[in-house]
């Protein structure tokens, strides 16, 4: 398994594949088990470990050359000596990702996420790391998508039609679950945020691509049309460290006090995962508005927790249950978002019928245990379809 140990996202596969009693090597530059753990060798990558001591000594540009050299025969001698059954790469880039394929490593099943795909779908992409992440997608024997529409530019990417299949990241569905009232009273008091005033919480990844900028500008708009009290939470999701401030998070917090709304809003750290349902619990409404997307786990967790969503209208999101069950509206359009906003503040609360069967579908279609088993068997299936013919008796 090649994959940013550091994100959840990468850490729930990992669980799962252990909890089945599979041997699982993991590439990486974190350790997640430094404890150890059965079935579970960490090899550290070589590519990141030591980058700042060789660029200082050798130059940034032979760094990389030695940074590169090193990924290679380490790969290598994966390759060789564990000679695994699957290598699976979670996230396409330019280097990592690659340099797996070069080294020969296959069967090799490639999980794209989303915001690593779609940054090629922009102008100012890189032609040469386009051009690498095209090849890795031609070559690997299998792409996992969470959306159509993600296999398309996969495909596009890859100048051809290329083995894919749909398999979105599932959700714990007890873990994630409607709580008692006590639990969002008790994070309303952690945020000082009145018993009666609705939350609105934006709760994806904190940066531009996610549009915290726009939702900051149309509940400001929205704010003075509310009957009642309303808070506008941002969690600030993957900062760089804990105790570090984004030039992002920097502006949006001096918009803030621009706007007036200094008491109207607040900033959450980071949380533990299995706090995370918590957070819906407090929350009123879900605010999701991303620039482009693949499908967010967000709405599985939300819906699960039969929380009301308003969502921007992407065509990644087209055909899924979110068009049924969550509130759209169209992309970049502040004016409509608002809207969204002062209606779900001031009318009754869309719980009952229409988010529970939302949780019914979540718990159907997306449960982590019919991800798990998909997963595994998807692995049965390329390992035999790639493995060398048996020699007769």
Not at 46 to 61: C, D, E, N
Not at 124 to 133: D, G, S, T, Y
Not at 369 to 389: F, G, H
Request: glycine share 4%.
């Amino acid at each position: 398994m090649v994959a940013p140990a550091k994100s959840i996202h990468a850490q729930r596969p990992l669980q799962w594949l252990l909890d089945q009693g599979c041997r699982v090597t993991l590439l990486d530059s974190l350790n997640p088990y430094p404890a150890g753990r059965k079935n579970f060798r960490f090899i550290p990558d070589l590519r990141i470990r030591g980058k700042r001591y060789h660029q200082k000594l050798l130059g940034q540009k032979l760094s990389h050359k030695l940074s590169q050299f090193l990924l290679a025969q380490e790969l290598r001698w994966c390759r060789r000596f564990l000679k695994p059954d699957i290598t699976h790469i979670h996230w396409a880039d330019h280097e990592r990702g690659y340099a797996c394929w070069q080294a020969g490593l296959r069967p090799i099943i490639l999980t794209v996420w989303g915001s690593d795909i779609n940054k090629f779908m922009e102008s100012e992409a890189n032609p040469e790391h386009r051009l690498k992440v095209g090849e890795l997608l031609a070559g690997v024997d299998l792409t996992l998508v969470d959306t159509p529409e993600m296999a398309e530019k996969c495909c596009g990417l890859a100048g051809r039609r290329i083995p894919m299949r749909l398999l979105p990241l599932g959700i714990d569905t007890d873990l994630f679950r409607p709580f008692p009232a006590e639990v969002s009273q008790e994070w309303r008091r952690r945020l000082t945020i009145p018993a009666n005033a609705k939350v609105l919480l934006s709760i994806r990844a904190f940066g531009p691509n996610y549009g915290q900028d726009m939702i900051l500008e149309a509940f400001a708009r929205a704010f003075q049309h509310f009957k009642q009290d309303a808070i506008l939470v941002f969690k600030l999701y993957n900062k760089p460290t804990p105790d570090s401030t984004s030039d992002f998070e920097s502006a949006m917090r001096h918009r803030v006090q621009e706007l007036g709304l200094g008491q109207a809003v607040r900033w959450l750290d980071e949380v533990e995962y299995a706090q995370i349902p918590e957070l819906y619990a407090m929350a009123d409404v879900i605010i999701n508005y991303p620039l482009v997307d693949a499908f967010p786990v967000t709405f599985l967790e939300a819906a699960a927790c039969e929380r009301p969503v308003i969502s921007v209208r992407l065509p990644a999101y087209a055909g899924t249950f979110a068009e049924q069950h969550f509130r759209m509206v169209e992309p970049e359009n502040i004016e409509s978002l608002a809207a969204a906003m002062v209606r779900l503040v001031n009318e009754p609360s869309e719980r009952g019928s229409l988010l529970a069967a939302a949780r019914r579908v979540i718990t159907k279609e997306f449960s982590e245990a019919l991800t798990v088993k998909r997963l595994l068997a998807t692995y049965q299936e390329i390992s035999a379809a790639t493995s060398p013919p048996r020699e007769p008796a």
